[in-house]
């Protein structure tokens, strides 16, 4: 008997996606394809429709037309987006939203008890497992020796990082994340670069980003984005040396 090549295994399909707001095409005939447990790199100038892709992932605006589709057959265009989180897409925002006046720990454990309220939670006796798990999560963030420090008196590198590990408490199958380097220090960029290739497998993750040395260091797979669509995709060496990326980049005018 012979049987057909399996299907690879998507995690995330988007197909002519198209948004527009007042006129405006933000994202135009986006087709993009992500395989489970990768991590791939969404590059792009200022205004290319990275966030807004984002946004109609987790179902924060909803597209015009076109699919988005999360596995095999979930139709996200169809749901919410508390629904959408449910589901396990977790996303991070540019600006960490961590709980400042909570110690590290508790962030981390509010986290991990998800629909709990904050009162229930820290009123109650963290289990010797749920300990484990929470500190298990603090060592993957490098903030194990913050555990019992003030989340708003951590470094914004820091805050980051607490914010990804809250994600990681929901534990996510997909993890969208926006700019994490955006003013972090080089030693910040670098460390926070290690921790997405160590989540790599675990979990599918896309970071959008803008600083190229700290691309050049986590990408697999690089996505430009452009004017709403996908430019080119490839390897970072390989997307660097592309005409229309250097076009895009550096502003050039087409000659064509
Ligand atoms: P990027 O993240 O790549 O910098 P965005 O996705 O934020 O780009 O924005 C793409 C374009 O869509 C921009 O011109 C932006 O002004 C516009 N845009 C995004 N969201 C909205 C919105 N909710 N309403 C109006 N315009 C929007
Ligand atoms: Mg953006």
Same mark, same amino acid.
């Given at each position: 008997m012979t049987s057909a090549a399996p299907k690879p295994e998507f995690i995330l399909l988007l197909e002519e996606v198209n948004k527009s707001f007042e006129g405006f095409k933000a994202i135009s005939n986006l087709t993009f394809y992500m395989d489970v447990g990768e991590l791939r790199v969404i590059i792009g100038p200022n205004g290319a429709g990275k966030s807004t892709m984002l946004d109609l992932i987790t179902g924060r *605006?909803?597209?015009d037309s076109g699919k988005i589709e999360f596995g095999r057959d979930t139709d996200l265009t169809k749901l919410s987006e508390p629904k959408i989180t449910q589901l396990g897409i977790g996303r991070k925002f540019q600006t960490p939203a961590v709980y400042i006046d909570h110690t590290v720990f508790e962030n981390i454990w509010l986290s991990l008890e998800g629909s709990r309220s904050v009162? %229930? %939670?820290?009123?109650?006796?963290? *289990?010797p497992e749920r300990r484990d798990c929470i500190y298990e999560i603090l060592k993957t =963030?490098?903030?194990? +020796?913050?555990?019992?420090t003030k989340a708003g008196a951590l470094s914004h590198g820091q805050k980051q990082w607490l914010?990804?590990?809250m994600l990681l408490a929901q534990n996510p199958k997909l993890l969208l994340v926006d700019e994490p380097?955006?003013?972090m *220090? +080089?030693?910040?960029t670098r460390k926070t670069g290690e921790l997405l290739l160590s989540l790599e497998g675990k979990h599918s993750i =896309? =970071?959008?980003?803008?600083d190229m040395t700290f691309v050049r260091q986590i990408a697999?797979? /690089? *996505? =430009? $984005?452009?004017?709403?669509? /996908? $430019?080119?995709e490839g390897r970072v060496d390989e997307v660097q040396n592309d005409e229309r990326v250097r076009e895009v980049y550096l502003g050039r005018k087409k000659k064509n």
């Open positions: *605006t909803k597209p009162w %229930t %939670t820290l009123f109650s006796r963290v *289990t =963030v490098s903030l194990a +020796d913050k555990a019992d914010e990804i590990g380097a955006a003013g *220090t +080089d030693e910040e =896309v =970071v959008i980003e803008h697999r797979k /690089v *996505t =430009v $984005l452009h004017q709403g669509t /996908v $430019l080119c």
